[in-house]
């Protein structure tokens, strides 16, 4: 609905939907923009057993618990993000802190919505910073900052690392679309 | 090869999601059952989301993204 609405916008305005759909060609008047959809899984069973092993040797048996509870803070996994106005899709290694006690294991969901002017291909792929706000899980937003590719985009956010996470993570191109 | 490694990744990502999306909107109490390293629950804990509004929260957030998870399969795929 969403896109047809902003399709017939752009055509309303003499911009080609497919332009204006890319970032490239904001539609006059319009207040054009595109979204990612994005979501990440993420282990704390790698961490724990890491920090574990790392507190072990530094302060023995008490060093080792108390870095397998630093280490259940963090987590490893990975994101895929797609692009509906490219239809591209992208998927990468990630990792993530939340300050709670098992929260470097969750997953979190999040479509965020990127300005006119610009590429939200160029803020899916590469290297990319979020924080998650969740004080619910149905409830939360997010901010995205791609270094190189403009102002940081927020959106809402559902997920299981309440209340707050920081993640990073880094995208390859696994479908190419239309203008992607 | 690189993005072949993507590509798993973002198979994996889905189904794993699917599974917990699935469980979490099916019952919350059997979502908080599942092994551990399957189960994607965070800093959430059973005593508090297995029943209730909690629960609630659970099952909206899992029907939520089962939602977006088949759009996009459906906008990827089929939508022209």
Request: net charge positive; with cysteine; charged share 10%.
């Amino acid at each position: 609905m969403l896109a047809v609405a902003t399709d017939a916008l752009a055509i309303w305005h003499g911009v080609s939907p497919d332009l204006a759909k890319c970032g490239r060609a904001p539609v006059r008047g319009v207040a054009a923009y595109s979204v990612i959809v994005s979501g990440n899984v993420t282990s704390n069973i790698p961490t724990i057993i890491a920090g574990d092993a790392i507190g072990g040797l530094v302060g023995g048996p008490p060093g080792a618990f108390a870095g397998a509870v630093f280490g259940s803070l963090f987590g490893v996994g990975g994101t895929a993000s797609y692009v509906p106005s490219t239809k591209s899709l992208y998927a990468g290694p990630t990792l993530v802190f939340a300050p709670a006690l098992g929260g470097g294991s969750g997953f979190s969901g999040n479509v965020v919505s990127v300005p006119a002017g610009q590429n939200p291909n160029a803020i899916a792929n590469g290297l990319s910073y979020s924080v998650t706000f969740q004080p619910m899980p149905l409830l939360g937003s997010t901010v995205t900052k791609s270094p190189g590719s403009g102002p940081p985009v927020v959106g809402p956010s559902v997920g299981t690392r309440v209340p707050v996470s920081f993640g990073v993570s880094y995208n390859v191109r696994v479908k190419k679309g239309s203008c992607g | 090869m690189i993005s072949i490694v993507g590509a798993c990744i973002a198979v994996i990502v889905g189904v794993l999601m699917t599974i917990n999306a699935a469980f979490m909107l099916a019952s919350p109490r059997a979502w908080f059952h599942l092994p551990v390293w399957l189960r994607a629950q965070g800093s959430l804990t059973e005593d508090r989301y297995s029943s209730g509004w909690g629960a609630v929260q659970i099952r909206v957030t899992g029907a939520l993204i089962l939602g977006a998870r088949a759009w996009v399969l459906y906008d990827m795929f089929l939508r022209r």
